[in-house]
């Protein structure tokens, strides 16, 4: 009697230890499965991503090559529309034509645009915001160059003599006599400002001397 009973004892721990195991077998088994379907989808996602880009990459070289002017600005407009690298390049393909076409307004607009659409991204937006202060400082407001340097970024000494630069343009351009001796020497004296920009403004001032 005891044999039969310690013999149930033993099938009943048997049985709890199977289903123990059973039970964490299940859990390990869909653990794995839910993390092999994660690994599917986060390798379907980078495959369209890549894939998108190379589609990007191709429109944009042949809008690129294209010798038709409204075949151009449709491909370009479109891929614009688009997120990443290719759709800030066609946007600034735009703008260089606008700028050659000397609607320098509509460039102006198209460069601001721009900038409000990557304000996260301050290099690319100090970059892109003083290329359009030095295309456009002759061709509109002051006030419209004030706004395009609110983009650089200033805690950044790369830019702050490119900076710098554009207010000394502004002060000629305003004839503003004690803005620019002061900007000068604000240029000149900063350790920080590249020797390059520092020669342009000698030699501004030098031709100013004869004027």
């Not at 320098?104 to 290329?131: D, Q, V, W």
């Not at 207010?167 to 351009?173: A, D, H, Q, T």
Request: hydrophobic share 40%; no cysteine.
């Amino acid at each position: 009697m005891e044999t039969m009973i310690d013999n149930n004892k033993k099938t009943s721990l048997i049985n709890q230890a199977r289903t123990l195991f059973e039970n964490k077998f299940k859990i390990i088994i869909y653990t794995i499965l839910a993390f092999i379907f994660i690994v599917i989808i986060f390798q379907y996602y980078f495959y369209q991503k890549e894939k998108k880009i190379l589609e990007l990459s191709i429109m944009y070289d042949n809008a690129k090559s294209t010798l038709d002017i409204n075949g151009f600005n449709q491909q370009m407009n479109l891929i614009a529309k688009k997120n990443g690298v290719f759709s800030l390049m066609a946007s600034l393909d735009l703008i260089e034509k606008n700028l050659v076409n000397k609607d320098y307004n509509l460039a102006f607009n198209e460069y601001l645009k721009i900038l409000k659409n990557n304000k996260s991204k301050t290099i690319y937006n100090s970059i892109i915001a003083l290329h359009a202060a030095y295309n456009l400082i002759d061709y509109v407001s002051n006030d419209n160059i004030i706004n395009l340097l609110t983009f650089i970024d200033k805690s950044n000494n790369e830019f702050i003599g490119y900076k710098n630069e554009i207010e000394y343009l502004l002060s000629i351009k305003n004839n503003d006599i004690a803005k620019k001796e002061e900007l000068t020497l604000k240029i000149l004296n900063n350790d920080i400002i590249s020797e390059a920009i520092k020669e342009r403004v000698r030699k501004i001032n030098e031709f100013e001397k004869y004027q």
